[in-house]
């Protein structure tokens, strides 16, 4: 679904080419077919917080050390479970609070888990494309995932396709924060799963200086989760850790992917033109969504059940 920019039609003058600015998330979303916005190189969509080896490209860069937003600390498992039964605050209302607090380009947004104190990231780019790929395997263009969940705090996901290559992948998702798990809002921080992806594994491994461990919430993740949330009828997921987009997100997203034009600079100081990485289309969506309306853009879900609806959405 999702082609790189037409840089030929830009190239040979088909296409209209007008400059991004700072607050362009509507013009994203208005440009018509053969619109472009062009990201000026001066224009800093990477943002990072730290230092790094010199190697790696500026998009490895900041998937690893980019600035982000974290989901407000919480901080004990039994503080969770408080702000959910007695506050009523859930994940999602966390997500929603960050996502509207941030003002410029992010890598995704960030939070630790009680048990082992990792890092885990979450961005917008692959919440879209678990959605997009739930729609290819609910539409029956892709072969779905084997789930077993034998036990009620895990999920065993097998052969879960991927839209960008023919592997499969195998995971365990643990723990589901299910109705009848002890407690459900922690769950959501702690879930984890070890995916073998290229996006999870550039991640892990992207410098060997990087001790504190991080792990990538990567689109099989997201789709398995979503997955798995609408099958299970005895022991519903009740805590959702991920943002559910919208089909006005999808098309921001698909806008975003490929009707931007980065403008970037060698060596020699001469400039040429690129489509967006992953890393720069994420940057991109915080920009935009600084204009944008978080209720417009996302469901507010717990169940993650919305997942497959908007799945339902999406032509494949
Ligand atoms: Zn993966």
């Not at 730290?50 to 900041?62: A, C, N, T």
């Not at 949330?229 to 921001?252: C, D, G, T, W």
Request: aromatic share 8%; glycine share 6%.
């Amino acid at each position: 679904m999702t082609e790189g920019v037409r840089l030929k039609d830009v190239r040979e003058g088909r296409g209209k080419v007008s400059l991004w600015s700072e607050d362009d998330g509507k013009t994203v979303l208005n440009l018509a077919v053969n619109e472009y916005l062009e990201v000026p190189s001066r224009l800093n969509i990477l943002p990072l917080t730290r230092g790094y080896l010199p190697g790696d490209s500026p998009s490895r860069k900041f998937l690893k050390y980019g600035l982000h937003v974290r989901i407000p600390d919480v901080e004990s498992r039994e503080e969770a479970a408080r702000h959910y039964e007695q506050i009523g605050i859930g994940f999602q209302d966390r997500i929603e609070a960050v996502v509207n607090t941030a003002a410029g380009p992010r890598r995704g947004y960030c939070w630790t888990g009680f048990r082992d104190r990792r890092h885990r990231l979450a961005r917008f780019v692959d919440m879209v494309e678990a959605v997009e790929l739930i729609a290819y395997i609910i539409k029956g263009k892709l072969a779905g995932p084997r789930m077993d969940d034998r036990e009620e705090d895990m999920q065993n996901v097998n052969d879960m396709p991927s839209r960008s290559d023919d592997d499969k992948y195998n995971f365990v998702l643990r723990p589901m924060p299910v109705k009848f798990s002890e407690n459900p809002a922690a769950d959501a921080f702690d879930l984890r799963a070890d995916c073998k992806c290229e996006d999870s594994q550039f991640h892990c491994e992207s410098n060997k200086r990087y001790v504190a461990g991080e792990d990538l919430m990567c689109a099989h993740i997201v789709a398995a989760f979503g997955l798995a949330s609408s099958k299970r009828s005895s022991n519903i997921v009740v805590q959702n850790p991920f943002a559910i987009p919208r089909e006005k997100m999808i098309r921001l997203k698909e806008k975003v992917a490929t009707q931007t034009i980065i403008m970037k600079k060698d060596r020699h100081g001469g400039a040429f033109r690129e489509a967006p990485t992953k890393a720069e289309v994420e940057a991109l969506l915080w920009i935009a969504m600084k204009e944008v309306n978080y209720m417009e853009m996302f469901y507010h879900d717990d169940t993650a059940k919305k997942m497959l609806e908007a799945a339902e959405c999406i032509k494949v």
